[in-house]
């Protein structure tokens, strides 16, 4: 099973900011937070990743709560082209026998 | 697809016909997994291989096979004891920085 639970489904209207909540609870100490997204009929993207410490890139930011039970994926002016599927897994980073389990993600509509 | 490739793009089985799927990569990632996707489901783990000659179980592996004799590729095999076959199937690789990289997945359907 999934270590992280996501809302199915969000709006966000275009060029505002889009929240995406992640819970997982049940993290430990050394599992990092791996966010990914999925358009349709494709395979999905890499976004950004975070252990303890808040991250931003050139895609997204990632927050992540001091006890690390849950985090939110930020996309700072979203555009038509962030429909899609966004994942949320944990996993330890070098672990390397170790299974890659997703969730049902959320699927996230920007409206015009 | 970052030197992931996924062939065939579309691909139809008879019953009882076994069906490859090919994956190749040029990243040299020693890691490689074959997932299975439903309509509006997310992603289920079918089968991975951590490095050459040895792979394991995922959580949906009956009816399906692998094999990984080189480090570029990891076949897929869906048997005919795989009773409803018809999905997306996407096959990753994944870094030192364990980010995953995905190839543009095979839709298999049955006819």
């Known amino acids: 099973d999934a270590k992280t639970t996501q809302p199915p489904s969000m709006d966000c209207a275009e060029g505002r900011a889009a929240n995406l909540p992640c819970n997982h609870s049940?993290?430990?100490?050394?599992?990092?937070v791996y966010w990914y997204r999925q358009i349709h009929s494709q395979g999905p993207q890499y976004i950004i990743h975070?252990?303890?410490n808040n991250e931003t890139n050139e895609m997204a930011s990632l927050i992540i709560t001091e006890d690390r039970k849950s985090s939110t994926l930020i996309l700072p002016h979203a555009t038509l082209r962030d429909t899609a599927v966004y994942y949320c897994?944990?996993?330890?980073?070098?672990?390397?026998?170790?299974?890659?389990?997703f969730g049902k993600g959320t699927r996230l509509h920007i409206l015009p | 697809d970052g030197g992931i490739t996924q062939s065939p793009k579309y691909l139809f089985r008879k019953e009882g016909q076994n069906v490859t799927l090919s994956c190749e990569q040029n990243l040299n990632h020693d890691a490689m997994y074959w997932y299975r996707q439903d309509p509006g489901q997310g992603l289920r783990l079918i089968y991975y291989s951590q490095i050459v000659n040895d792979f394991q179980k995922g959580d949906i592996a009956e009816g399906y096979s692998v094999s990984r004799e080189k480090k570029e590729s990891f076949p897929l095999t869906v048997t005919s004891a795989q009773k409803n076959p018809t999905a997306f199937y996407l096959c990753?690789?994944?870094?030192?920085?364990?980010?995953?990289?995905f190839g543009s997945g095979t839709q298999l359907s049955v006819l």
């Open positions: 049940t993290i430990s100490g050394n599992e990092y």
């Open positions: 897994i944990v996993r330890v980073a070098g672990l390397r026998d170790d299974k890659i389990i």
């Open positions: 990753a690789t994944i870094d030192l920085n364990e980010k995953l990289f």
């Open positions: 975070g252990l303890k």
